[in-house]
């Protein structure tokens, strides 16, 4: 037994020094079965892929071997609540009890940070000349002045919403890089720098991929040199990449880039250019390629597999994109005259550049192996992407360790990513590696999360990563959720596809919530659903029932978790919250003030979605079923996201309704049923309503005692 499996172990056990300092830590098996697997991995190289269940403790079970084994890591989530928790509380805390000399960093994206360049810039603009507008610049120009780290977070007022956002900090496109006059002041450089010289970085999935796909200008060093990389939430990571490493054109980047040049233009060069006219042309060839997608409700996805996007006028749309490739032509040709000026316009023309290539790759037939897109809402965004990240994931984490200098490196080349993420563990100042982890050799790889799959080989996740000849472990949650929780299918309701299905939906709600006082989810499948069960409730329930109908969108997630984990303690009205989208996951609300998760129907993938329908087709195309292999699967993990909201500690109880029908009668219902915590099955309306008083009198009698 090695060393550091030695230490990992005595830390997790019963009388580590865990159990000692940590209020609350209980051993678990499950916890030290994935910390084992860590270890092994971070002394062999290779890939882990872990599923955790709710519970098990993965966060520790991978830091704790991470941090003891010395060697330089990069720790990447999904979101950035994950990424600020791991960052402020758990490593922290880790580092502590352990009294491991370590350096950690948190690394954002750059629109996180304050670009000074910018900033001084902004004074010139339209937007700073609106009402408040000078006021809010004032207090972030005062701010400047003394914050160390350029956090936006920091500056208490600023939404990110705000207009004044992008003016004050940079994107890959307008950020000057070594050219910048601010360059060595940089905010954004400067957290880079900080993160290098750190031996555990703190990332997210985006940026890790936004270092993959692109090379920033003049910013050399994007990612410290490491041999551990560990990504937890890791069953976003697919969709994440595929996006970062897709092409995209939108018509607000064009505005953006029309919007600059005039700026510039007028700022460093007035007189040289008629930048008014380059300007106004390649705003109106933008806006009138948007006019050619033509009018729709909401924000739609149009297939593109031809010329032009299905639906879409060939007449209209081939010489609105024509136009847009000249006007982007002149453009060019306009910043060329003055590149000289200024680095500004450099950058500019560079700009220009880009969106140009892009356009004409639009006007040219789609890459038969991936898939495009145009995504038409007020705005208009044209996408083309890989149907997954497995090429370029693969090569990736298969590669040995191979030391680069970080200043050559090309993240737009999986070889120079290859050899970015490779590294020297043993380097100065790294705290000392224990037993075999800090040997060369393969690079270790650690995929976690609490859903990747539906089936013992967690195919859904490792083959659209790549990740197919990867070690993979599944660590059942140490709940018992067959005395925690019951499922309920109410086979009374009207199949999924009838009209009427929300309101009988939102009736089955109302009975409930008024029985339980709140203490209700409500996820749906749609943004349709969400707002007819919404206003149901909202005008239906009995007020004396004294429960607060809360909608998604109504408040920022945050706030509405909170609300909702305030339950209906202390005179306050219980909660029903109804939402969509993201609160299938990362809602997490332990205790008496959740216990009944409503699911409206089982999320399948939405129809007609151009990614869904491509990675089908391929599927089809290799002789497999895509139902099978594709749209189910998707819809046992999205539905296993879901009704993981319901238990989230050892003592929560509760029952989660399916209200789709096909879960009971058909066939496939059975293998979405066994991808779900073994839980036990609720026979008709009356047991529910019972079991439901059962939960009432339980929470009233432990809110008493
Ligand atoms: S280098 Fe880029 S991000 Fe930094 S101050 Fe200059 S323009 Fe802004």
């Not at 139902?627 to 539905?639: K, N, S, T, Y």
């Not at 059962?694 to 809110?703: F, G, P, V, Y």
Request: hydrophobic share 40%; charged share 20%.
């Amino acid at each position: 037994m090695s060393l550091l499996v030695q230490r990992v172990a005595e830390t997790l056990s019963s009388h580590g020094s865990l159990a000692q300092a940590v209020p609350g830590f209980q051993p678990r098996a499950g916890q030290t079965d994935m910390a084992m697997a860590v270890c092994q991995t971070l002394e062999q190289g290779g890939q882990l892929v872990v599923e955790a269940g709710t519970g098990v403790g993965k966060t520790y079970a991978y830091l704790v071997p991470v941090l003891l084994s010395g060697q330089r890591a990069l720790v990447s989530t999904a979101t950035k609540a994950l990424q600020d928790q791991l960052f402020s509380r758990d490593i922290p805390r880790l580092v502590e009890v352990l009294g491991l000399p370590i350096r950690v960093a948190l690394l954002k994206g750059r629109s996180n940070y304050l670009c000074l360049h910018r900033m001084e810039q902004a004074r010139h603009s339209a937007e700073a000349a609106q009402p408040g507008a000078q006021r809010a610049l004032a207090k972030i120009e005062t701010w400047s002045q003394a914050t160390r780290t350029g956090d936006m977070a920091e500056l208490s007022g600023l939404d990110e919403r705000s207009s004044l956002w992008p003016l004050v900090t940079s994107t890959r496109d307008n950020c000057l890089g070594s050219s910048c006059p601010r360059y060595r002041a940089c905010h954004v450089n400067l957290a880079r720098k900080e993160a290098m010289a750190s031996d555990v970085v703190v990332i997210n999935h985006h940026l890790f991929f936004a270092d993959m796909a692109v090379r920033e200008s003049g910013v050399a060093e994007l990612l410290p040199t490491v041999r551990v990389t560990v990504f937890d939430e890791a069953h976003q990571l697919n969709e994440i990449g595929v996006n970062f490493l897709g092409q995209q054109l939108s018509t607000v980047q064009l505005l953006e880039l029309s919007r600059d040049v005039l700026a510039t233009g007028l700022q460093l060069a007035r007189g040289l250019v008629d930048w008014h006219a380059l300007t106004d042309r390649l705003e109106k060839s933008s806006r009138d390629l948007r006019l050619a997608a033509g009018m729709h409700r909401g924000s739609v996805r149009l297939r593109w597999t031809d010329a032009v996007p299905e639906g879409v006028e060939s007449a209209e749309w081939t010489p609105a994109l024509q136009n847009l490739v000249q006007a982007l032509e002149q453009t060019q040709s306009g910043l060329e005259t003055v590149v000289e000026l200024a680095p500004d316009f450099q950058r500019l023309f560079e700009r220009a550049r880009e969106l140009g290539q892009k356009a004409a790759l639009f006007s040219n037939a789609p890459d038969p192996e991936g898939v495009r897109w145009a995504e038409v809402s007020a705005q208009l965004r044209l996408v083309e992407s890989p149907l997954d990240i497995a090429q370029a994931f693969s090569a990736l984490t298969k590669s040995v360790q191979a030391p680069l200098a970080l200043d050559d490196e090309d993240p737009s080349n999986p070889e120079s990513i290859q050899a970015l993420m490779a590294g020297d563990p043993c380097r100065d100042g790294a705290p000392q590696a224990l037993g075999a982890a800090g040997g060369v050799g393969q690079r270790a790889w650690v995929f976690t999360s609490a859903t990747l799959g539906d089936e013992p080989t967690l195919r859904w996740f490792t083959e659209p990563c790549g990740l197919t000849s990867a070690q993979v472990m599944q660590v059942t949650s140490p709940f018992d959720y067959a005395r925690q929780a019951a499922l309920y299918v109410p086979e009374h309701l009207p199949k999924p596809g009838d009209p009427g299905h929300a309101g009988h939906v939102a009736q089955l709600v109302v009975e409930a919530v008024e029985l339980l006082g709140g203490r209700t989810l409500v996820l749906t499948t749609t943004l349709n659903a969400m707002r007819s069960i919404g206003e149901y409730l909202q005008t239906r329930l009995d007020p004396a029932a004294n429960v607060e109908v809360l909608v998604q969108g109504q408040s920022p997630k945050r706030r509405l978790m909170e609300r909702f984990r305030e339950g209906a303690g202390d005179g306050r009205a219980g909660c029903v919250l109804v939402a969509s989208a993201s609160f299938w996951e990362g809602f997490d609300v332990p205790g008496n003030a959740l216990q009944l998760v409503v699911i409206d129907k089982l999320p399948f993938p939405p129809p007609g979605d151009p990614l869904f329908e491509a990675r089908s087709q391929r599927i089809t195309r290799e002789g497999r079923s895509a139902f099978a292999d594709h749209a189910l699967p998707e819809a046992a993990v999205a539905l296993k996201q879901g009704a993981g909201r319901l238990i989230r500690s050892e003592t929560d109880s509760g029952v989660l309704v399916v209200c789709d029908t096909r879960l009971a009668t058909m066939s496939y219902g059975r293998r979405l049923i066994r991808g779900l915590p073994e839980m036990r099955r609720l026979n008709g309306h009356p047991e529910f309503l019972s079991t439901l008083r059962q939960l009432t009198t339980d929470a009233t009698s432990s809110t008493t005692s």
